[in-house]
């Protein structure tokens, strides 16, 4: 049985670093990730105590990259999902700049997403 939202978008927050993994659902196999724990990030990061939303959109753009390399931006014709209001709930309110940096940062190099937002509860992207 395939489903149909087959790769989907997790986000992992805390105050030192995040990740962001695209999950096969077919398999639970992780297909692609970007963190600010590699070194390759960190050491061009400057985030000290803590991560803020340059370090956060940096993960999306790389883990775009990562995906354009697997062949998945466009999540085999489906795209990529998410759930928006879900993965803010899961974070907390204050890392609502970080999970959009995250998100604009996949979109701004050509990831395809669907973004499952079934109610819009103030949680859109923060005014730049």
């Not at 997790?10 to 659902?25: G, M």
Request: aromatic share 4%.
């Amino acid at each position: 049985m395939t489903v149909l939202k087959r790769y989907v978008l997790r986000l992992f927050i805390s105050l030192k670093y995040i990740t962001a993994n695209v999950v096969d659902r077919n398999n639970g196999r992780i297909v692609a990730t970007a963190s600010t724990v590699e070194h390759s990030l960190k050491n061009t990061l400057e985030c000290g105590r803590s991560c803020n939303a340059k370090a956060a959109t940096v993960v999306g753009e790389v883990l775009a990259m990562r995906l354009k390399v697997e062949g998945l931006e466009h999540g085999l014709g489906r795209g990529i999902h998410t759930n928006i209001n879900k993965e803010i709930q899961k974070k907390g309110f204050k890392n609502r700049t970080k999970v959009w940096a995250v998100i604009n940062g996949l979109r701004n190099n050509g990831v395809k997403l669907n973004i499952d937002d079934n109610v819009n509860d103030g949680s859109s992207p923060p005014d730049s």
